[in-house]
């Protein structure tokens, strides 16, 4: 049985023997951020005392001192603390009851729910435009946004793990130039894109091929082959251009108007986004009938709950912007933004020798994602990219990560298993 399951019992048979009616169906435990304050914590002698006309810390004492009088499974030790908080201790007993029903269930069983059962969920990850390999900073949506739609499989949602293809725009044809340039022994364009890798390919090119589709392909190849070597396998590959081909996004300006959701200003055409949350309105199609940006976006999201009865998105910090206007577009086509829900993940700083390695692919000084799978291993790569919160930026010391002493967490946990 889950401890927690024990802990809840137990409280809820104690607060009954210590007099108090009614016996509050929900009791909240949490851990402690201080590990001396105990293994687990309960508020529910502060959240009851009132309603027993109780002191709270003098029934917080009453309810320790009952439990420890007959300790529950794996408890060790009660304590009051604070107002009335009550803290548990417990014998590590609890932990190799924990292993022996992993074991024993097998862990495609273990801690399987069916929480999410008949719900659609469309996961959107990495996204990185298809101009070059991926570099390191990807590395961390990707094994976070994998991890989330593992999760949610664990939970029993039916999941589709998406790849969207920024594959429209002047980027695409900056990418073809330089490589056009490179095959035909000319310098690189100046607003090009520059690096051993785009020498590389150039190179790989054959005589005749279109430079677009051709680096376009080797872009995606790419980035297939360093997913799959980090176990991240996607369900659906979806191309921006085919929106245009389907007329998606025609269609769902066309829906924005109809709701009356965008106005006509200045030529250009604005999306009504600041009246659901968003500080400002946005355009969506310039004055000289081109789309921004945000239009795609909006047509995809569209496309998307469609399909799925609930989204989410890992963007990275530079889409930090995009969280309010997708929401307000979201809530103007008539869907509940809560059904969106977007994971924003932080910078990574790679280092190696003690010093930052820049990431940036127009430098010709990126450190490509693979080469961080080859230099330090996938389950190394993936164990450090998911350790800490990607709310915070993040320091992958290279150095660190192949060596094996105990300050790498990765050595740490190889060495216990």
């Known amino acids: 049985m889950d401890v927690r399951d024990i802990l809840t019992g137990a409280i809820r048979d104690a607060l009954g023997a210590l007099g108090v009616d009614p016996v509050p169906e929900v009791v909240q435990l949490e851990r402690p951020g201080n590990p001396e304050h105990g293994d687990w914590s309960t508020n529910v002698a502060l959240a009851s005392a009132k309603a027993a006309s109780r002191n709270p810390r003098e029934m917080g004492a009453e309810l320790a001192a009952h439990l420890l009088a007959s300790p529950p499974a794996h408890v060790v030790g009660v304590e009051v603390a604070g107002p009335g908080f009550v803290n548990f201790h417990l014998a590590d007993s609890w932990l190799h009851e924990v292993l022996t029903e992993v074991v024993d269930a097998g862990e495609d069983v273990y801690a399987r729910h069916e929480l999410g059962v008949g719900t659609r969920v469309i996961v959107e990850f990495v996204s990185a435009n298809p101009t070059g390999p991926l570099h390191a900073g990807h590395g961390r949506g990707a094994c976070y946004g994998d991890s989330v739609a593992r999760l949610y499989e664990r939970c029993g949602y039916d999941v589709v793990r998406e790849f969207y293809i920024n594959d429209r725009g002047l980027q695409m044809q900056n990418f073809a130039n330089s490589l056009a340039a490179l095959a035909a022994g000319d310098e690189v364009p100046e607003d090009g894109y520059h690096g051993q890798y785009v020498v590389d390919w150039a190179a790989e090119m054959p005589a005749g091929a279109d430079p677009l589709e051709w680096g376009?392909?080797?872009?995606?190849?790419?980035?297939?082959?360093?997913?799959?070597?980090?176990?991240?396998?996607?369900?659906?590959?979806?191309?921006?251009?085919?929106?245009?081909?389907?007329?998606?996004?025609?269609?769902?300006?066309?829906?924005?108007?109809?709701?009356?959701?965008?106005?006509?200003?200045?030529?250009?055409?604005?999306?009504?986004?600041?009246?659901?949350?968003?500080?400002?309105d946005r355009v969506l199609v310039k004055g000289d009938g081109q789309p921004t940006y945000l239009m795609p976006d909006v047509a995809y999201h569209r496309d998307k709950f469609g399909r799925a009865?609930?989204?989410?998105?890992?963007?990275?910090?530079?889409?930090?912007?995009?969280?309010?206007?997708?929401?307000?577009?979201?809530?103007?086509?008539?869907?509940?933004?809560?059904?969106?829900?977007?994971?924003?993940?932080?910078?990574?700083?790679?280092?190696?020798?003690?010093?930052?390695?820049?990431?940036?692919?127009?430098?010709?000084?990126?450190?490509?994602?693979?080469?961080?799978?080859?230099?330090?291993?996938?389950?190394?790569?993936?164990?450090?990219?998911?350790?800490?919160?990607?709310?915070?930026?993040?320091?992958?010391?290279?150095?660190?990560?192949?060596?094996?002493?105990?300050?790498?967490?990765?050595?740490?946990?190889?060495?216990?298993?």
């Open 216 to 280: 376009y392909s080797r872009a995606l190849g790419a980035h297939r082959e360093v997913l799959e070597d980090l176990s991240i396998h996607f369900d659906s590959w979806f191309s921006e251009r085919s929106m245009i081909a389907t007329g998606a996004i025609d269609d769902t300006l066309a829906d924005l108007r109809g709701a009356g959701a965008v106005y006509d200003h200045d030529g250009a055409v604005w999306l009504r986004s600041s009246e659901h949350g968003d500080d400002k």
């Open 309 to 417: 009865d609930r989204l989410v998105n890992v963007f990275g910090a530079d889409h930090h912007g995009y969280v309010a206007r997708m929401h307000a577009a979201m809530a103007l086509l008539g869907y509940d933004p809560e059904d969106l829900r977007i994971a924003i993940t932080q910078l990574v700083a790679l280092q190696r020798g003690g010093r930052e390695v820049r990431l940036s692919k127009r430098t010709g000084e990126m450190v490509e994602l693979a080469d961080v799978v080859d230099e330090v291993g996938a389950d190394a790569a993936r164990f450090t990219y998911l350790l800490l919160s990607v709310d915070s930026p993040q320091t992958f010391d290279l150095d660190l990560v192949s060596s094996q002493v105990n300050e790498n967490p990765v050595f740490y946990v190889q060495y216990a298993h």
